[in-house]
């Protein structure tokens, strides 16, 4: 990464969107910043329901820049499902998108 900042990070499946490794670090450190403010940290964990994407990865990196952990939920689950898995695990923040 630190070599290469231009070069291709992350590639979406329909190649619409690019982040070079140096966009994707940018990218990932503001989003820590935000979750740091909000008091994501260590022993903290964060629900990230986002589809699998550029941003997901931004996301994942972005908590553990932090210093926390993330609980991937899948966005295709019933309601019930996810319901149940913020009730147990009981994260700190949930990321999502609008979509």
């Known amino acids: 990464m630190a070599e290469a900042p231009d070069a291709a990070g992350v590639l979406s499946g329909d190649g619409g969107t690019v982040y070079s490794y140096g966009e994707l670090n940018a990218r990932a450190n503001r989003l820590a910043r935000l979750l740091v403010e909000r008091g994501v940290g260590p022993e903290r ?3 990230l329901a986002l589809p699998r994407s550029p941003e997901l990865v931004v996301a994942v990196l972005a908590v553990w820049k932090a210093g926390a952990a993330y609980l ?7 309601v019930e499902r996810v319901r149940f898995m913020l009730e147990d695990s009981r994260p700190a923040l949930v990321l999502t998108d609008t979509s």
Not at 73 to 78: A, H, I, L, N, T
């Open 45 to 47: 964990l964060v629900a």
């Open 72 to 78: 991937p939920v899948d966005v295709e689950y019933p």
